[in-house]
């Protein structure tokens, strides 16, 4: 007799459960374990690491993120009331700036500004934190520009209408009415993109370090150099958990929250 | 001029693309007067009104209001919209801000109002809508009727020297109207000028002054509610009202 669709459905879930674990099982049996700990996770290594890696290159990568932030979301927002601007060569000029710095790679922009500028002009970036910093602002800026954008036009229409019925300025009324109210649609998202920068900032060691600025991945990189053992990527790669994975823990609870405001 | 004509709409024409949308309206309100707007959808009532505070930019004609030219690209519009209130058939209070803030929020950052003062205003203009305990609620906490009567009290705090209603109870669920329509009722027999878009035959009917009924963006009749609601004289103004009226 043939099985009825959800039993049918049902012996499938099983199957898949089984494989699931099968598969872990033949993972953890056939991996050389000694060999893998001994190449990737060596404890007199790991402890090598610290305190450099927390209060040199987890600083650094701090600094790297929290200067392209800030400036990513000054220029993001202005940006973003330029491409909203009733002034079409504002529109243009923020939508081509926009197009331009989320279509190429951050190392290839990080290289032009970082390297190309300088050799072109001859003209010297003053500060080695702001020539990884700046560049990387630009690039967020154009990511942010377009967040912070559809947060102003997620706000309704009627608000805008509103504010300028009571005798408020346009001006006035954006700061005032509408993006307090953007602000609060654009957070979750703001919170991802600085997930991102922490990331990207790892490439900013392509410019050329001193030991002063390396950051992160920079620090992970060398250790290996010195160790020829992967342990200290490795805990790199823990300590940029440990910063990432509360932010996108919050990230997930501001949704649910505003999920369940809204409801 | 006459003082005494608050608004004063002449050969109006919008056009969106396309679609003219108002073809020519002259309409003059005089102080004191309650003016209601009837037609069907479509027929451009709400873009008269929305011409009235220039939410919407005239494609041709003037609006003066308080012999203010506001046609006039010289005209000051922040300063002119201080003085007609306006409320919305959708509410748009500021999500953001407890009542008490929805209410004193323009005359602080525009009248300039101190802070003291602007919570005395709002608290009596509260009081008189009824809903003195519901100063720190938010919007979202509120039922439609009540966020509806929280926006009148918002646009009289501007003290302003005309009301225009754009459907203000057509977003309602049936048994809050009549709160909204009190409240309007009474404003109307303090002698407040108002512009009325509405549905509500039976408001229009015991309230206004004049009704203006409007069709395919043009004024196809006005007069008192006894003659345009009762004995309506144009085949179309019939036809509008026998099926609003007997639904």
Same mark, same amino acid.
């Given at each position: 007799?043939?099985?009825?669709?959800?039993?049918?459905?049902?012996?499938?879930?099983?199957?898949?459960?089984?494989?699931?674990?099968?598969?872990?099982?033949?993972?953890?049996?056939?991996?050389?374990?000694?060999?893998?700990?001994?190449?990737?996770?060596?404890?007199?290594?790991?402890?090598?690491?610290?305190?450099?890696?927390?209060?040199?290159?987890?600083?650094?990568?701090?600094?790297?993120?929290?200067?392209?932030?800030?400036?990513?979301?000054?220029?993001?927002?202005?940006?973003?009331?330029?491409?909203?601007?009733?002034?079409?060569?504002?529109?243009?000029?923020?939508?081509?700036?926009?197009?331009?710095?989320?279509?190429?790679?951050?190392?290839?922009?990080?290289?032009?500004?970082?390297?190309?500028?300088?050799?072109?002009?001859?003209?010297?970036?003053?500060?080695?934190?702001?020539?990884?910093?700046?560049?990387?602002?630009?690039?967020?800026?154009?990511?942010?520009?377009?967040?912070?954008?559809?947060?102003?036009?997620?706000?309704?229409?009627?608000?805008?209408?509103?504010?300028?019925?009571?005798?408020?300025?346009?001006?006035?009324?954006?700061?005032?009415?509408?993006?307090?109210?953007?602000?609060?649609?654009?957070?979750?998202?703001?919170?991802?993109?600085?997930?991102?920068?922490?990331?990207?900032?790892?490439?900013?060691?392509?410019?050329?370090?001193?030991?002063?600025?390396?950051?992160?991945?920079?620090?992970?990189?060398?250790?290996?150099?010195?160790?020829?053992?992967?342990?200290?990527?490795?805990?790199?790669?823990?300590?940029?958990?440990?910063?990432?994975?509360?932010?996108?823990?919050?990230?997930?609870?501001?949704?649910?929250?505003?999920?369940?405001?809204?409801? | 001029?006459?003082?005494?004509? #608050? /608004?004063?709409?002449? &050969? @109006?024409?919008?056009?969106?693309? !396309?679609?003219?949308?108002? *073809?020519?309206?002259?309409?003059? +309100?005089?102080?004191?007067?309650?003016?209601?707007?009837?037609?069907?959808?479509?027929?451009?009532?709400?873009?008269?009104?929305?011409?009235?505070?220039?939410?919407?930019?005239?494609?041709?004609?003037?609006? #003066? /209001?308080?012999?203010? &030219? @506001?046609?006039?690209?010289?005209? !000051?519009?922040?300063?002119? *919209?201080?003085?007609?209130?306006? +409320?919305?058939?959708?509410?748009?209070?500021?999500?953001?801000?407890?009542?008490?803030?929805?209410?004193?929020?323009?005359?602080?950052?525009?009248?300039?109002?101190?802070?003291?003062?602007?919570?005395?205003?709002?608290?009596?203009?509260?009081?008189?809508?009824?809903?003195?305990?519901?100063?720190?609620?938010?919007?979202?906490?509120?039922?439609?009727?009540?966020?509806?009567?929280?926006?009148?009290?918002?646009?009289?705090?501007?003290?302003?020297?005309?009301?225009?209603?754009?459907?203000?109870?057509?977003?309602?669920?049936?048994?809050?109207?009549?709160?909204?329509?009190?409240?309007?009722?009474?404003?109307?027999?303090?002698?407040?000028?108002?512009?009325?878009?509405?549905?509500?035959?039976?408001?229009?009917?015991?309230?206004?002054?004049?009704?203006?009924?409007?069709?395919?963006?043009?004024?196809?009749?006005?007069?008192?509610?006894?003659?345009?609601?009762?004995?309506?004289?144009?085949?179309?103004?019939?036809?509008?009202?026998?099926?609003?009226?007997?639904?």
């Amino acid at each position: 007799m043939a099985l009825s669709k959800r039993k049918k459905a049902m012996y499938m879930r099983y199957v898949m459960y089984i494989v699931s674990i099968a598969i872990l099982i033949v993972v953890i049996l056939f991996i050389d374990w000694g060999r893998l700990g001994n190449a990737m996770f060596r404890w007199n290594i790991v402890k090598d690491q610290f305190p450099n890696i927390l209060t040199k290159a987890a600083k650094n990568t701090v600094v790297f993120t929290v200067l392209g932030f800030t400036g990513g979301i000054s220029f993001g927002l202005l940006f973003a009331l330029m491409r909203l601007s009733t002034i079409r060569p504002y529109r243009w000029f923020a939508a081509t700036y926009i197009e331009i710095f989320r279509g190429i790679p951050l190392l290839v922009t990080l290289l032009i500004l970082g390297f190309g500028i300088p050799i072109a002009t001859g003209w010297h970036w003053p500060n080695p934190y702001l020539q990884g910093a700046i560049p990387l602002s630009l690039v967020a800026s154009a990511y942010m520009a377009e967040t912070i954008r559809a947060g102003i036009e997620a706000v309704p229409k009627g608000q805008m209408e509103a504010a300028r019925s009571l005798g408020m300025s346009y001006a006035r009324a954006m700061i005032t009415i509408i993006i307090p109210q953007a602000l609060r649609i654009i957070v979750p998202p703001l919170t991802n993109e600085f997930v991102l920068l922490i990331k990207d900032t790892s490439l900013i060691s392509v410019l050329g370090v001193t030991a002063a600025t390396k950051d992160l991945a920079r620090f992970g990189r060398d250790g290996v150099n010195q160790t020829a053992n992967a342990t200290p990527l490795i805990v790199a790669g823990l300590v940029y958990l440990a910063m990432t994975l509360p932010l996108t823990q919050l990230v997930a609870w501001m949704e649910r929250r505003t999920k369940a405001a809204s409801r | 001029m006459n003082a005494d004509i #608050v /608004v004063n709409v002449t &050969n @109006l024409n919008k056009s969106f693309g !396309d679609n003219h949308v108002l *073809r020519g309206i002259d309409l003059q +309100v005089q102080r004191g007067e309650v003016v209601c707007i009837i037609g069907p959808s479509g027929s451009g009532k709400s873009t008269l009104l929305r011409c009235v505070n220039m939410l919407e930019t005239p494609t041709a004609g003037t609006v #003066v /209001v308080l012999g203010r &030219n @506001l046609t006039d690209i010289e005209c !000051d519009l922040d300063e002119a *919209r201080t003085h007609i209130g306006m +409320v919305f058939q959708q509410f748009n209070l500021f999500p953001h801000m407890t009542a008490l803030e929805n209410v004193c929020v323009a005359q602080r950052k525009v009248l300039k109002r101190s802070a003291a003062e602007a919570k005395e205003i709002a608290h009596g203009l509260l009081a008189r809508v009824g809903l003195v305990e519901k100063d720190n609620a938010y919007p979202a906490q509120l039922s439609g009727g009540q966020q509806q009567r929280i926006a009148i009290a918002r646009a009289l705090a501007m003290k302003p020297d005309v009301m225009l209603f754009d459907e203000a109870t057509s977003a309602l669920d049936p048994e809050l109207v009549g709160e909204v329509l009190q409240v309007m009722q009474s404003l109307a027999h303090e002698g407040m000028t108002m512009l009325v878009v509405t549905h509500e035959m039976g408001f229009a009917k015991s309230v206004a002054d004049r009704v203006v009924f409007m069709d395919a963006g043009v004024i196809v009749e006005q007069g008192p509610p006894s003659q345009v609601i009762s004995a309506p004289v144009e085949e179309r103004t019939r036809s509008f009202l026998s099926s609003v009226l007997n639904h």
